[in-house]
C-alpha cells in the first residue's frame, strides 16, 4: 500500500513553456504532500509543502509565482513551473505520508518527473 | 535546507563484500530514516530508526543512531550488484507531518 503516482515522467518542452506536474496518492489521502528538487548527483531540496485546501508553503528562495502548487483534493497535488527557462531543467520528486498526525512514518516518494528545457 | 554529511560520497565495493555509510545531522530529531534511490528514479524507504532506539535490522541492513553524536549508519551486509544506488538518510523532526530533511547520500557502486 502507500502508493504514490507522478505523472508525466519526463517532460521535454522550449523555453517559455509552463509545464504542470501531477503527484497522486493512489490508496491513501494526503492532506499534506511534499515537492522536492534535485539537481544531478545531488540531493532532495524541499521546495514546498502542498496543503490541501488552502495555500501551499514555500521554502525560502522557491519563488511562489514561478513554482504554482495546487492541492485540490485529498488525492492530487500538481506543480506548475511556469514560463520554464533552461535552469529550471531539473528532477523533481513529490512525496506524502500515508498517515495523519504521525510523526514516525516514512514518507512515500512517487517516481520523480525529469523536466528539460530546451 | 540540508540536515548534515553522508560519508562517504561515493563508495565502490565488489559483491559479497559489506557497505557501510555513515550520516550526520544538526538539529535534534524524532527519527532519522534511510532511503535509496536508483538512478533517474524517485526513493524508496528502507529503514526507519527512532530516536530512543540505537539499532535496527531488516534483512541486510543494519541501521545505528547515536543521538549523542548526532550520527546513524547503514550497514548493508553481503552486497550484490543490485545494491548499486544512492542511499540518502533524513531526520524527521517532532512535529508529525513535517517535510524531511535529507543528507548529500552516498553513491554505492557494487561490481560483481
Known amino acids: 500500500g502507500a502508493v504514490v503516482s507522478q505523472h508525466p515522467s519526463w517532460v521535454i518542452c522550449k523555453s517559455g513553456t509552463s509545464v504542470k506536474i501531477e503527484c497522486r496518492s493512489l490508496?491513501?489521502?494526503?492532506?499534506?504532500m511534499f515537492w522536492y528538487r534535485q539537481f544531478p548527483k545531488q540531493s532532495l531540496m524541499l521546495m514546498a509543502t502542498?496543503?490541501?485546501?488552502?495555500?501551499?508553503?514555500?521554502e525560502q528562495g522557491v519563488e511562489k509565482d514561478k513554482f504554482l502548487i495546487n492541492h485540490a483534493s485529498l488525492t492530487l497535488s500538481t506543480l506548475t513551473v511556469t514560463s520554464a527557462h533552461p535552469e529550471d531543467s531539473s528532477f523533481y520528486i513529490c512525496?506524502?505520508?500515508?498517515?495523519?498526525?504521525?510523526?514516525?512514518?516514512?514518507?512515500?516518494f512517487g517516481d520523480g518527473t525529469r523536466l528539460s528545457i530546451l | 535546507s540540508q540536515q548534515g554529511e553522508e560519508d562517504p560520497q561515493a563508495l565502490s565495493i565488489q559483491e559479497g563484500e559489506n557497505a557501510t555509510m555513515n550520516c550526520s545531522y544538526k538539529?535534534?530529531?524524532?527519527?532519522l530514516q534511510w532511503y535509496r534511490q536508483n538512478s533517474g528514479r524517485g526513493l524508496v524507504h528502507l529503514i526507519l530508526?527512532?530516536?530512543?532506539?540505537r539499532e535496527k535490522h531488516s534483512g541486510r541492513l543494519r541501521v545505528t543512531l547515536d543521538t549523542s553524536k548526532k550520527s546513524s549508519s547503514l550497514l548493508i551486509t553481503a552486497s550484490r550488484a543490485a545494491d548499486t544506488a544512492s542511499y540518502f538518510c533524513?531526520?524527521?523532526?517532532?512535529?508529525?507531518?513535517?517535510?524531511?530533511?535529507f543528507g548529500k547520500g552516498t553513491t554505492l557502486s557494487v561490481s560483481s
Open positions: 533524513a531526520t524527521g523532526a517532532n512535529q508529525a507531518g513535517t517535510a524531511l530533511i
Open positions: 530508526i527512532r530516536s530512543n532506539e
Open positions: 512525496s506524502a505520508y500515508a498517515r495523519q498526525g504521525d510523526s514516525g512514518q516514512p514518507q512515500h
Open positions: 502542498s496543503n490541501e485546501g488552502s495555500k501551499a508553503t514555500y
Open positions: 538539529t535534534s530529531i524524532n527519527n
Open positions: 490508496d491513501f489521502q494526503a492532506t499534506t
